[in-house]
């Protein structure tokens, strides 16, 4: 949209109408699909001082004649950030139904909470359509069904951090806001709202985290009251920029890893999972190629793991037959050479409390000529030790801080968690 002087604008201030037509107009080129009445349908919060814009918040206020109005400014800033944003449609991200889903991704202080408002529309609770922070959801969500029964959900891992990061930025906002109402009571009546809508500063940044709760148990954390509010003024520890939404702890050895944005959360699982068998997504190249120094730095934030140098059962099963048994993998003619046959699935037997009984089993399946078979099986051990010589070739800062002798504190005997694989086996990550 050019310049001109549009019908609504007062002093850089334009009314909800023209707001709405503007984003859609400045965003009709995004990788991101976005949506008309951003600004005037439900959940949009124009009237109690802001809307969300991607992961932008744009602040609301009563112009001349008692219109509410915005910025004009804010919305082509907004804009011009969502324009930016690059979007991979293959990169799904499930966003649900989970089983015992956490309990840090329904803050109490966020109304957009987008997971729930999104499952209950798509599963019949709620029949009105919502935007959800200026975004058309509606026309990228991926359903898919297993077992002819079961429905999931997914959204390009983009949206989901540009959602993360909207939830994040009204909870910011929200809490300042009840921070300057409980000063203003205390001090004496308040002074004249000024007519301008002024975002920055009102939406902290989240700051690094340094390893303040390394070796702590999650057991002990997750009980502590405001530890929810806590972990989401933290940037996420893998990818640094995303705010941080749940805390990361090892389920093997109950220690607490880091607080993670959601998308770096759901990165490290696989599609599938049941209670000793998964399926090894192709996601799995970024954790063992792409960014695999600050994956395996994340792993070992777990005083268990690092000691042992080692990783947890899944991880270290989706390692051995992503990695260990690559070579071993059957190819099959494509229009540009040839490509990996199928889908890799490693499965186990026995336990890693047990690592004599416990024994990997790398498969492959939906092969194009309807073959399903075993590549290798590979004891527990040795896929240990396999690990422990590629570790110190690929990352060899970690592998230095690893061992028994490399910690202080840490219990002979650690009790492990007993992961519960009768759900969606979210458990065991």
């Known amino acids: 949209m050019s310049e001109r002087v549009m019908p609504?604008?007062?002093?850089?201030?334009?009314?909800?109408?023209?707001?709405?037509?503007?984003?859609?107009?400045?965003?009709?080129?995004?990788?991101?699909?976005?949506?008309?009445g951003t600004f005037t349908r439900s959940p949009a919060c124009a009237r109690v001082g802001y809307v969300l814009l991607g992961g932008h918040v744009v602040?609301?206020?009563?112009?001349?004649?008692?219109?509410?109005?915005?910025?004009?400014?804010?919305?082509?800033?907004?804009?011009?950030?969502?324009?930016?944003?690059?979007?991979?449609?293959?990169?799904?991200?499930?966003?649900?139904?989970?089983?015992?889903?956490?309990?840090?991704?329904?803050?109490?202080?966020?109304?957009?909470?987008?997971?729930?408002?999104?499952?209950?529309?798509?599963?019949?609770?709620?029949?009105?359509?919502?935007?959800?922070?200026?975004?058309?959801?509606?026309?990228?969500?991926?359903?898919?069904?297993?077992?002819?029964?079961?429905?999931?959900?997914?959204?390009?891992?983009?949206?989901?951090?540009?959602?993360?990061?909207?939830e994040h930025a009204e909870a910011q906002w929200v809490q300042a806001a009840r921070t300057r109402q409980a000063s203003a009571t205390v001090s004496g009546p308040p002074s004249r709202p000024r007519q301008t809508a002024t975002p920055e500063g009102i939406t902290a940044s989240p700051r690094p985290y340094n390893a303040e709760l390394e070796g702590q148990l999650y057991s002990v954390l997750s009980r502590k009251p405001g530890i929810s509010r806590r972990v989401a003024g933290w940037a996420c520890a893998v990818c640094r920029t995303a705010p941080a939404t749940v805390l990361d702890h090892c389920h093997e050895h109950g220690y607490a890893r880091a607080p993670v944005c959601q998308s770096c959360n759901t990165q490290e699982r696989?599609?599938?999972?049941?209670s000793n068998d998964i399926r090894v997504a192709n996601r799995y190249t970024r954790l063992f190629h792409t960014d695999t120094d600050n994956w395996l730095r994340h792993w070992h934030r777990?005083?268990?793991?690092?000691?042992?140098?080692?990783l947890p059962l899944p991880h270290l099963a989706a390692w051995t037959a992503h990695i260990a048994?690559?070579?071993?993998?059957?190819?099959?003619?494509?229009?540009?050479?040839?490509?990996?046959?199928?889908?890799?699935?490693?499965?186990?037997?026995?336990?890693?409390?047990?690592?004599?009984?416990?024994?990997?089993?790398?498969?492959?399946?939906?092969?194009?000529?309807?073959?399903?078979?075993?590549?290798?099986?590979?004891?527990?051990r040795e896929a240990v030790e396999r690990f422990r010589v590629w570790l110190a070739e690929t990352a060899p800062a970690v592998a230095a801080a690893a061992g028994p002798d490399r910690l202080d504190g840490l219990p002979t005997q650690p009790r492990p968690v007993i992961a519960d694989t009768s759900g969606e086996g979210l458990a065991l990550f």
């Open 302 to 310: 777990c005083p268990g793991c690092r000691a042992r140098t080692t």
């Open 8 to 36: 609504g604008r007062t002093d850089g201030l334009i009314t909800l109408g023209v707001a709405d037509a503007l984003w859609v107009d400045l965003t009709a080129g995004s990788a991101v699909p976005t949506a008309s």
């Open 270 to 274: 696989p599609d599938h999972l049941y």
């Open 59 to 166: 602040a609301t206020v009563r112009a001349s004649g008692g219109q509410w109005s915005v910025a004009e400014a804010e919305v082509r800033r907004a804009a011009a950030e969502l324009n930016a944003v690059g979007m991979d449609r293959q990169d799904l991200v499930r966003i649900g139904p989970f089983r015992g889903a956490p309990r840090q991704e329904c803050h109490e202080e966020t109304p957009l909470r987008w997971r729930r408002r999104i499952m209950r529309e798509v599963q019949g609770e709620d029949g009105r359509p919502y935007p959800l922070a200026g975004i058309d959801w509606h026309q990228i969500l991926v359903e898919r069904t297993r077992d002819g029964a079961q429905r999931t959900w997914w959204l390009p891992r983009a949206v989901v951090r540009l959602l993360d990061a909207a």
């Open 325 to 380: 048994c690559r070579s071993l993998r059957p190819t099959h003619p494509a229009s540009r050479g040839r490509e990996p046959c199928g889908v890799l699935r490693v499965s186990w037997t026995g336990s890693q409390q047990a690592p004599r009984s416990c024994l990997l089993t790398v498969a492959v399946d939906f092969c194009p000529s309807g073959e399903h078979r075993v590549l290798a099986q590979v004891p527990y």
